[in-house]
């Protein structure tokens, strides 16, 4: 299929995609184009908490499979799996693309959503993540009761090297 962006006047050329898709099949899968957009915005709201700068948004896809779990008496009922829809979305510059669309199966465990990220996306996601806590250095010696012993109280190296090996379990 041709990749659709997902704007508004677009709704219904993803809508046919899904009534063709599906078919008959109702009960566990994406069946309105809203809920593909839903995941746009979804996956728009995961990027922003990853990445601070939207242009670094490009790049990134997002597979959903839908339908919930349900318990495995269920499951069992049939021995078959139940159908559902899977989708895959693309991250453009601006927009997000529905680039994939069809039928799949499930079991107990229902559907699932997952984010993937460029290799440049995940360095931006880590080094963002690594800044978001503060980096604390500590100026003295840790006891083993987790207290600091400053480096300034001691007054000559003999006492230093004396306190060092009673922090460090050392006689």
Not at 40 to 63: I, N, P, Q
Not at 72 to 77: F, R
Not at 108 to 137: K, M, V
């Amino acid at each position: 299929m041709k990749p659709i962006k997902l704007v508004e006047g677009n709704k219904a050329k993803v809508q046919a995609e899904l009534d063709r898709v599906n078919g008959r099949a109702s009960a566990h899968c994406y069946t309105d184009a809203d809920e593909i957009y839903a995941l746009a915005r979804y996956g728009e709201g995961r990027l922003s908490g990853l990445l601070t700068a939207k242009k670094d948004f490009k790049g990134a896809t997002m597979t959903c499979v839908s339908g919930s779990s349900v318990s495995n008496a269920y499951a069992k009922k049939s021995w078959k799996p139940r159908i559902a829809t899977r989708v895959l979305l693309l991250r453009g510059s601006v927009e997000w693309y529905l680039t994939s669309i069809a039928p799949d199966e499930i079991y107990s465990t229902g559907g699932s959503t997952g984010l993937r990220l460029t290799p440049t996306q995940d360095a931006l996601a880590i080094h963002n993540f690594r800044n978001s806590y503060a980096h604390e250095q500590i100026h003295g010696w840790l006891t083993p009761r987790g207290e600091i012993v400053p480096w300034g109280v001691f007054t000559d190296e003999d006492s230093a090297r004396a306190a060092f090996a009673l922090v460090s379990g050392q006689k």
